[in-house]
Structures are given as structure tokens and as C-alpha cells.
């Protein structure tokens, strides 16, 4: 804008009274009268625009902001992919921006295409220092496209594992079971295992359970079959299983397996090992525990030559 105003005060016509005015002018320095003519032409013209698309950036931005978040609510409310439906909306978001403002820079006379060139050099200079984030950004596309897992699953991946909370074009953000906010790049799950323990609608139960050598191993198959079947939540198709599967050093392992709904999966868990142990210390079963036994030998010729040795 200065460089502009110093052009036009050049530029000024220099004949008769005003030659001799810019002579005494350049005598003495700047034309100050120029100047302040440039500044308010400037003003009347490019200042009211610039001021007007001020005024329509912030506008327009209230109004992309309130119509996309209505769509998101709207699609919350017929029920629609969640994962789907937030991130469309954030990058209808961005996107419909970015046209704002691409529009009224035109709109101020500043002349885009330099302004293009220009965006274009640094883009592949930040894409060669960026080459990481990118990554995760194709990850991010490859996530939202093929799904291995949504907004709400639970799932285990990169060590971590957690409620999926939201899905971004580069991370993605999970919930521990103790509340802790994770975030993942979405470049390192593209490209690992996933493990997604909320696709399916039903889950196994695995424990084991153990009891001393010596216990009658068919009681046991019959209490733990008993506990399964007073469970309301386990299914009794497929029907429970519990088989002895190993002789450890100090114990019989027996697997039990049982299948319940998703949702009732620790809860399931949590009271079988609790029946179990229950139904087992009301028929005398023993649970066997780590221990060493110790024998002491009470060798009397041993005692009294160390005896007579020490007289």
C-alpha cells in the first residue's frame, strides 16, 4: 500500500503553479499534500472494500458454522454414521472457508494467482519437512474410507487401546477404560494391527480355573456347568463349555467358555469367577496356591557325633 502511495506522489503532474509547487516540494522533501490525496483515494476505494470483506468474512463464516453444525444434527438425528457425519462436516467446514476467503481477496483487488504461485511453492517445501503429517493424512483418508472401526468402538492398536472418541484427518482420539485421552497418528493405525472388540454383536467369555490334583475332576466340569447355566446373560446356544486343558505343577487348569452379548462381556466375566470361587469353597474344592514344602530330617546319629565332637 505505501509503495503504491509513494508511486502516485512520483506520479503526480508537474505543470504550471503545481511543477513549480512539486519543484519547491522536492526542494524541501516529500509532497505531504499528495500523500494525504493517495491516502484518501486509497481509502475511498480499496479501504471500503477491504472493510466490507472483513464484515462478509466474519459473516459468512457465522453462517457456514451454523449450517453444517444443523446438518451434523441433522444426521444425528436420522440416525447416520457418526463417523461419517462428523468428519464431512468438519471438511465441509474448512473447505467452504477457504473458497470465502479465496473469493474475497479477488474481490479486494489482490491479484490471486501470484498469491497461488506463491501458496504452491511453500506447500512443496512444507511437504518435503512434512512428510510424517501427510502420512497421516492418507491414513486418515484410508480410515474413513475402508472403516476398520467408528466412533464408539473399542479398540486396540499401537499398544494402546481405549474407546474410539473421535476421527480426524490425522489422528485419531481414544478414552482408556480409566479415562485417559489418547491420541494416535492416523498414519501408524493405517498401516498396524487393529483390533476391533466392538464389531461384532457377540463376544467369548475365556477364564480358567484351577483346582488342586486329587479333586474329582467330573464335580468340577458339573459345578462350573452349573454356575454358566444359573447366568442369565450367558447364551445357552452356543452352549457353555468346560474342559480340563492342562496339568500345571501344582494344579488342574480347567477352560471355561462361555458366549454373552457384547455389552455384557465384563459383566459376565466378573461374576462367573465370583460363582465359581463361590461353588467351590460350598462343595470343599480346594484352590490351589504357590508353595514350598518343607521337610526337616531329624537324624539323631548326626546330632550326637556333632555333640561329641564339640565336648
Not at 479465496?102 to 479486494?108: H, P
Not at 488342586?212 to 454356575?227: H, R, S
Request: with cysteine; aromatic share 6%.
Amino acid at each position: 500500500m505505501f509503495l503504491n502511495l509513494l508511486d502516485t506522489v512520483a506520479d503526480a503532474p508537474a505543470t504550471g503553479d503545481a511543477a513549480a509547487g512539486a519543484a519547491e516540494a522536492s526542494s524541501k522533501g516529500i509532497n505531504w499534500s499528495a500523500v494525504l490525496d493517495a491516502v484518501v483515494d486509497w481509502i475511498t476505494h480499496t479501504g471500503i472494500k477491504l472493510l466490507i470483506a472483513i464484515v462478509l468474512m466474519i459473516i459468512s463464516f457465522a453462517i457456514i458454522n451454523g449450517v453444517t453444525k444443523k446438518i451434523y444434527k441433522s444426521l444425528q438425528k436420522k440416525k447416520a454414521d457418526e463417523t461419517l457425519s462428523r468428519v464431512g462436516t468438519q471438511s465441509a467446514r474448512i473447505i467452504l472457508k477457504v473458497l470465502v476467503l479465496i473469493c474475497l481477496i479477488g474481490y479486494v483487488g489482490i491479484e490471486t494467482a501470484s498469491i497461488s504461485a506463491v501458496v504452491a511453492s511453500i506447500g512443496v517445501g512444507i511437504s518435503l519437512a512434512v512428510q510424517g503429517t501427510l502420512s497421516n493424512f492418507a491414513g486418515g483418508v484410508i480410515i474413513i474410507i475402508m472403516r476398520p472401526f467408528k466412533i464408539g468402538d473399542y479398540i486396540t492398536s499401537n499398544g494402546q487401546e481405549g474407546t474410539v472418541e473421535d476421527i480426524k484427518l490425522f489422528y485419531t482420539h481414544i478414552v482408556t477404560t480409566d479415562n485417559k485421552a489418547v491420541v494416535i497418528p492416523n498414519g501408524s493405525l493405517a498401516n498396524n494391527v487393529i483390533v476391533n472388540a466392538s464389531a461384532k454383536d457377540t463376544r467369548r467369555v475365556d477364564i480358567t480355573a484351577s483346582v488342586a490334583y486329587g479333586t474329582d475332576v467330573a464335580m468340577v466340569k458339573e459345578l462350573v456347568k452349573k454356575v454358566c447355566a444359573e447366568n442369565e446373560l450367558v447364551f445357552k446356544d452356543p452352549a457353555p463349555f468346560v474342559e480340563m486343558a492342562e496339568m500345571n505343577d501344582s494344579s488342574l487348569d480347567f477352560t471355561v467358555r462361555v458366549w454373552c452379548n457384547r455389552p455384557d462381556y465384563w459383566t459376565v466375566k466378573f461374576a462367573l469367577l465370583d460363582a465359581i470361587l463361590k461353588a467351590f469353597d460350598e462343595n470343599g474344592i480346594e484352590v490351589p496356591f504357590n508353595q514350598l514344602d518343607v521337610h526337616v530330617r531329624n537324624d539323631e546319629a548326626a546330632i550326637e557325633n556333632k555333640a561329641a565332637k564339640a565336648k
